[in-house]
């Protein structure tokens, strides 16, 4: 399923709570989202659906890395932030 990236810019913004899901920036307003190129993404979840912000940095080093390659880069900052 695909989603409408701008719209969910524009309604997250101002909630003030939107951050990469990767490395925990802060959404800028939502046009200079959009133009810097942030994604919204759709996750299954095991009962919801949800949807996650990828910053445009984490967008290319995940593509430069592969997928796997760039969780296991990340991991142990994720761990902090759990703790
Ligand atoms: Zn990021």
């Not at 996650?52 to 940095?57: D, Q, S, T």
Request: aromatic share 4%.
């Amino acid at each position: 399923m695909s989603l409408d990236v701008n719209a969910a810019l524009h309604a997250i913004c101002p909630t003030g709570k939107g951050r990469c899901w990767y490395c925990d920036l802060k959404l800028p307003p939502a046009e200079e989202a959009i133009d810097a190129g942030w994604q919204v993404q759709r996750v299954e979840g095991d009962r919801v659906a949800s949807i996650i912000l990828v910053c445009p940095a984490c967008l290319h080093k995940r593509a430069e890395l592969g997928e796997e390659e760039f969780l296991r880069c990340l991991s142990p900052r994720v761990c902090n932030v759990v703790q």
